[in-house]
């Protein structure tokens, strides 16, 4: 229910203070102090020891001289060479850990980048998915990069009913990482590493 004044909000926080369910984490950077729950405290820490597993596990090792190679005849087709910094990028996301991550910022060539990426990965035969939190962003993504996308609860709904199987031929990339909701994290996190798949977090 609404509260209807300052007093009757003041014992409305007093009583959330008092949860058993609450844990105060400190004060912030701007001095307020700063609470969560022992549900969503869980809820990160495992999200944590999820991504420690799947960077400690390999997925499938492309040798450098393929992935040369597969890079060479996707600049060659698209006319345009990976700069210094998105080679680096490409580098990063191909090797075989089973989770990766890379920043992409505005005007740096990120669909050029995972485009070329995905043209590594096809040529060893995987498959590559996009994910992201926004219909939109998974249009670009469709668009810009040539991945195949959807959105986040999309994908949720189609590994629940089992209209979608994943395995470890799976790449999944997922863009708009930083936005994306820990449960939401924490579901596709699992379905992945039950899977044996990548995960690319953009």
């Not at 995972?114 to 993504?141: F, H």
Request: charged share 25%; net charge positive.
């Amino acid at each position: 229910p609404l509260t209807q004044n300052a007093e009757q909000f003041a014992k409305a926080i007093l009583q959330v203070k008092a949860s058993s369910e609450l844990l105060y984490l400190g004060a912030g950077d701007d001095g307020r102090d700063r609470f969560t729950t022992k549900k969503m405290f869980q809820l990160e820490n495992d999200l944590q020891t999820s991504a420690d597993r799947m960077r400690d596990s390999q997925h499938i090792n492309i040798s450098n001289r393929t992935v040369r190679h597969a890079l060479e005849q996707h600049q060659s087709q698209i006319g345009k060479r990976l700069t210094g910094e998105q080679l680096a990028a490409v580098k990063h996301i191909l090797k075989p850990a089973s989770i990766s991550c890379i920043v992409g910022r505005a005007g740096t060539g990120k669909s050029f980048t995972l485009g070329a990426a995905k043209s590594v990965w096809e040529a060893q035969g995987l498959k590559v998915r996009g994910i992201t939190l926004s219909g939109i962003a998974a249009d670009g993504l469709s668009k810009d990069a040539g991945i195949e996308s959807r959105t986040i609860e999309s994908f949720r709904y189609a590994i629940e009913r089992a209209t979608l199987t994943l395995n470890q031929q799976d790449v999944i990339v997922m863009d708009e990482a930083g936005m994306t909701d820990s449960v939401s994290m924490m579901f596709v996190l699992k379905a992945v590493q039950n899977a044996k798949a990548k995960l690319v977090l953009v």
